[in-house]
């Protein structure tokens, strides 16, 4: 049985995650901790991490970057290895987060989907065999209307897998309306929508001569940020410091 801290229980996200745990026999939330300290599914809620004096295996953190280095000496502290959710992090929290990686057990990833981290492997893969073809590489990503960032860190991840696929020889184009010129064989282009309330879908195109081959996932809810974030905490569990991320988990 894993024993499970949840950092931002009280969140959607976190409450997500709390009704997954319930109904795996593998794990266990021991305890909560969140900015509104109020118990919703039967474990201990506390304000800060630092007020928690429940013994675990792993931490989740769906939070928000305040207080992060609390977090990392909590963990560092009592041996607790982190699965880090927690997006928006600046540069002085990245670099914490990698020293505090020497000492504990942290995984990273920009999308803790199971699904998009096994596409990251076959696109790369793809991109090899196809590349070398003279296919062209596109892709689409579509989120709803409330997202403000683009393109997503999903598709910039799939355009990372692709490129190192192919020795980082390639560059990125995000907008070809400014320059009227034919396509360069050595560029991924990268298109967003946000329109209604998509969660998230992912088409990567590999366009050749006379044939298209179009690789595709759609998240039909957040809910498989959450079973990702489970399995990385199982994953995670008894591991020696270091940095992880969800290709370790998959395999």
């Given amino acids: ?7 931002g229980c009280n969140g959607k996200m976190g409450q997500n995650i709390s ?43 769906f939070s928000s970057p305040q207080k992060l280095e609390e977090r990392l000496d909590y963990a560092i502290e009592k041996q607790l290895p982190i699965v880090l959710c927690t ?36 696109v ?3 991109a090899q065999i196809l590349a070398e073809a003279g296919f062209d590489i596109e892709i689409i990503e579509k989120h709803h209307n409330q997202k403000v960032d683009a393109p997503s860190g999903t598709a ?41 309330t998509i969660v998230g879908e992912h088409d990567i195109i590999f366009a050749g ?7 595709s996932h759609t998240a039909y809810s957040k ?4 079973k990702g974030a489970v399995q990385a905490a199982k994953f995670l569990s008894g591991q020696p410091a270091g940095v992880y991320n969800m290709s370790d988990v998959i395999g």
């Fill in 87 to 122: 997006t928006g992090l600046s540069e002085k929290q990245i670099a914490q987060v990698e020293d505090a990686s020497k000492k504990v057990a942290i995984l990273r990833s920009a999308n803790m989907s199971m699904g998009v981290n096994t596409l990251l492997k076959i």
């Fill in 223 to 226: 809910a498989i940020f959450g």
């Fill in 124 to 126: 790369k893969t793809t």
């Fill in 19 to 61: 009704q997954i745990v319930a109904e795996d026999a593998a794990a266990e939330i021991v305890a909560g901790v969140d900015f509104y300290a109020v118990e919703k599914n039967g474990y201990p809620v506390f304000d800060t991490i630092t007020a928690c004096n429940i013994e675990a295996d792993v931490m989740i953190d």
């Fill in 1 to 7: 049985m894993i024993r499970i801290i949840m950092v």
């Fill in 209 to 215: 001569t006379d044939e298209v081959i179009e690789i």
């Fill in 156 to 196: 910039l991840a799939l355009a990372d897998a692709i490129n190192e696929g192919l020795d980082n020889s390639y560059h990125y184009i995000y907008d070809r309306s400014k320059e009227y010129v034919k396509r360069d064989k050595k560029e991924i282009g990268i298109s967003s929508v946000r329109g209604g």
